[in-house]
C-alpha cells in the first residue's frame, strides 16, 4: 500500500504542513504475528481490529 502513503502525504504538504513520513506497514508480519497469538480471530470470527 505505498500509494496509500504517497497520496497521504502529498494531501498534508498541499495543504501547508510540514511533511509526514509515514512509515511502512508489513500486513503480512502483523497476520502471521495474529496467527501466531491463537488465530482464533482468523478463523473468521469477528476480532476487535479493523470493526467499524
Known amino acids: 500500500f505505498p500509494f496509500a502513503r504517497e497520496v497521504i502525504s502529498h494531501a498534508v504538504q ?3 504542513f510540514p511533511p509526514l513520513m509515514l512509515d511502512p506497514i508489513d ?3 502483523l497476520y502471521v504475528q495474529r496467527a501466531a497469538q491463537g488465530g ?3 478463523a473468521g470470527e469477528p476480532s ?3 470493526q467499524a
Do not use: N, Y
Request: glycine share 24%.
Open 48 to 50: 476487535e481490529l479493523g
Open 40 to 42: 482464533e480471530a482468523l
Open 14 to 16: 498541499e495543504g501547508g
Open 27 to 29: 500486513f503480512h508480519a
